[in-house]
């Protein structure tokens, strides 16, 4: 017998669905990006091949999807939108927004969103809040936290590694927040970063950790 998908799944593709075809992009289906809550990195997969490795920061509040929480969720994500296409290093923005200013990394006392935003969109149950609780991977001027929990249920980058990000990947994307660790390998592109592998589940061509 034929088994149906379930209503929620089907919620979450026509919402899906109708962002992507609402905006105009290409879908990428060939990158995948991993991050992994432990590690605090995040890793980009291009047909299955692990390319390249940035440093991360996840919410300093804990995991999770609780609306009004800033709780960063686990589980698999797509990049629903892109934003700042253009905008120089350290540009601030506001309501997805550019305010005009730039500011440096670090600058004292400032904590806005910098450089580019790409907004994600759940794809599983146990993240279907991500989009309107307006989860971001992002550029941070609070540079000098990254590498450790410290955001507000957003992934935060470097703004050059955001920069680098959002030129790599594009809508429609694969984001997989995981708890577990990323373990390394030689560099698959010399002089262009590092990738990570743990023993275990293969995915793509990529052994990872536990997708929990």
Not at 83 to 109: D, Q
Request: contains cysteine.
């Amino acid at each position: 017998m034929l088994k149906l998908p379930s209503r929620a799944a089907l919620l979450l593709f026509t919402g899906f669905s109708g962002l992507l075809l609402s905006s105009c992009a290409k879908i990428d289906m060939g990158n995948k990006v991993l991050v992994s809550v432990r590690d605090q990195r995040m890793m980009i997969l291009k047909e299955g091949l692990p390319v390249k490795s940035y440093p991360v920061s996840t919410s300093k509040f804990g995991l999770g999807d609780r609306p009004g929480s800033m709780y960063t969720p686990l589980g698999t994500m797509r990049i629903a939108r892109k934003i700042g296409e253009g905008a120089p290093s350290g540009a601030v923005f506001k309501s997805r927004r550019r305010t005009g200013e730039i500011l440096r990394p670090n600058s004292p006392g400032r904590d806005p969103i910098v450089s580019r935003i790409i907004w994600l969109k759940g794809m599983e149950h146990k993240n279907r809040n991500a989009y309107r609780r307006y989860i971001y991977i992002h550029g941070t001027p609070e540079e000098r936290t990254i590498g450790r929990p410290a955001s507000y249920g957003c992934i935060r980058m470097r703004s050059r590694d955001i920069i680098d990000l959002y030129r790599r990947v594009g809508v429609g994307a694969e984001v997989k927040v995981i708890r577990g660790p990323l373990y390394r390998i030689p560099p698959v592109v010399p002089g262009d970063g590092y990738a990570e592998r743990q023993p275990g589940r293969v995915l793509g061509g990529f052994r990872a950790g536990p997708s929990i």
